[in-house]
Structures are given as C-alpha cells and as structure tokens.
Nanobody, 124 residues
C-alpha cells in the first residue's frame, strides 16, 4: 500500500507562486507514474499534470500549460508541482496520485493511490 501526503498549499495572491510537494510512504522508484489533480467546490476532479516514472515525460492540462511545472526526485520519493502566475480559478483542493506503471497518464481512473489533498486558495 502506498500512502501519499501532500503539503505546500495555502493562500496566495493572484500572480503569486506556490510549490506543492507529495511524499510517498514507500520507495516509488521509476516504477510509478505520478499525477496532480484538483477539485474546486461543486466541480468534478480534474487533471492538472502527470509525470512518468523516470521523469522523462510530462503532460499538462491546457489551463496550466506554461504556468505549472511537475517534477520528481526519485531518491526522496517526492513529486513537486511548481505553480506560477496563479489565478483565482486555480483555487481548489489539489490531490497527488500514483499509478502502478511507469507511463504518465491524464486519466483519473488509471491512478491507484491518492493523497488526502491540500487546499490552494488564490485571492486578493
């Protein structure tokens, strides 16, 4: 069983930046692809970004391309989401997810493990 713990959320002003972290309870190595999703109040959970097991492939939702960057440190069992130029519409609970294969994917149902989420609020 893999446990994922997100951190780094908070309140930030528009155009500000935040970096989210997701720590895994076990050594995920390059066997696990990782992803970030978000869910705003009253909306469905939506894809944000994903990264392959080796970190060589990444995917982004169109709404965050050019502003968000996903990365991973395999030795630290940690995945990051650097968020720049934040907008009020980025406000949501952000979830980390792990997939038991190395290929990155934007498809929510392909992920096997989920964290509890961290709140990101973008407001002046």
């Amino acid at each position: 069983q893999v446990q994922l713990v997100e951190s780094g959320g908070g309140l930030v002003q528009p155009e500000g930046s935040l970096r989210l972290s997701c720590g895994a309870s076990i050594r995920t190595s390059s066997r696990f692809a990782m992803g970030w999703y978000r869910q705003a109040p009253g909306k469905e959970r939506e894809f944000v970004a994903s990264i392959s097991g080796t970190g060589g492939s990444t995917y982004y939702a169109d709404s965050v391309k050019g502003r968000f960057t996903i990365s991973r440190d395999i030795g630290k069992n940690t995945v990051y989401l650097q968020m720049n130029s934040l907008k009020p519409e980025d406000t949501a609970v952000y979830y980390c997810a792990a997939r038991r294969t190395s290929g990155a994917s934007p498809l929510l149902w392909e992920y096997d493990y989920w964290g509890q989420g961290t709140q990101v609020t973008v407001s002046s």
